[in-house]
């Protein structure tokens, strides 16, 4: 990917510089462009023959977020695995809990014919991003979605206190106060399921910097699960017990197996 004056280059930089120069290496080597307006770094390039646009933050992780999904391919074998079981032609319903700035969804819409994407980011920054990215690519029948999936419906604050602080490490906490300037509603899953009437989620994808054991620690049961043919989930051994949550996804039939960060779960209740 590098040349060796780049390598060079690249050794000299800081490691944030490091991530918006692989952002810029990778949308080079597909004919693209960057515009730098010194708040952002607007990108454009070629992706599976869709011209992707992408604005991303200065200071924050969202370089980081590009290159885990685009340049490392972090969902490559979710989409491999679920191609593998899929006809590819009709059209899937996909559930994003953890949204970020919507790489993510972008990244899948490249590879699969999506009837509903429903996006869920709680993060006001974050949300606001999202939804400029997905203007920027013409993706304005993505719901995206402002609330937590929680373990009950609750209200909640921001902090950054967990792993590096960055905007892909924001966490939640529970509070009593309600400031309608920092607060964010907090609601459980089988509520968003029947909210969006999903009675079945080809892919449920997520993460969430550990509330996912606010989503799987508290009922004894899980109904929703038997709705779900393909599940992409990053786990947070800070946060709690991985293994509890992975022998849970067993019993409600899922197969997995770990791909970078990500454990990837077929139902085989729904998925021959």
Not at 10 to 28: G, H, N, T
Not at 242 to 249: S, V
């Amino acid at each position: 990917m590098f040349t060796i004056f780049s390598k060079i280059r690249y050794r000299l930089l800081s490691p944030c510089e490091r991530d918006y120069f692989e952002v810029v290496q990778f949308v080079k080597k597909r004919g693209g462009r960057t515009i730098d307006d010194g708040k952002m770094l607007r990108v454009q390039f070629d992706f599976r023959k869709k011209i992707i646009h992408l604005a991303l933050r200065y200071a924050s992780s969202d370089a980081k977020v590009f290159n885990q999904i685009f340049v490392r391919n972090e969902y490559g074998n979710l989409v491999r695995t679920f191609l593998n079981h899929y006809d590819g032609i009709t059209p899937v319903k996909i559930v994003d809990i953890g949204a970020n700035v919507g790489l993510t969804a972008i990244y899948l819409h490249s590879f699969l014919p999506v009837e509903r994407y429903i996006a869920i980011e709680p993060a006001p920054d974050n949300f606001s991003f999202l939804k400029r990215n997905f203007m920027l690519n013409s993706l304005d029948a993505i719901e995206a979605v402002q609330v937590a999936i929680w373990s009950k419906h609750v209200t909640l604050q921001q902090s950054s206190d967990f792993r590096d602080g960055l905007q892909w490490s924001t966490t939640f906490i529970e509070t009593d106060a309600v400031d309608k300037g920092s607060s964010i509603m907090g609601t459980t899953f089988p509520a968003l399921v029947e909210k969006h009437c999903l009675d079945t989620i080809d892919i449920l994808k997520i993460d969430i910097e550990g509330a996912e054991f606010e989503i799987f620690n508290h009922t004894a049961d899980f109904p929703w699960l038997h709705a779900v043919k393909f599940l992409a989930i990053e786990l947070h051994p800070e946060k709690g017990n991985i293994l509890a949550i992975k022998e849970l996804l067993k019993r409600y039939g899922f197969v997995l197996f770990d791909s970078g960060e990500t454990t990837i779960g077929v139902n085989t209740n729904l998925v021959c």
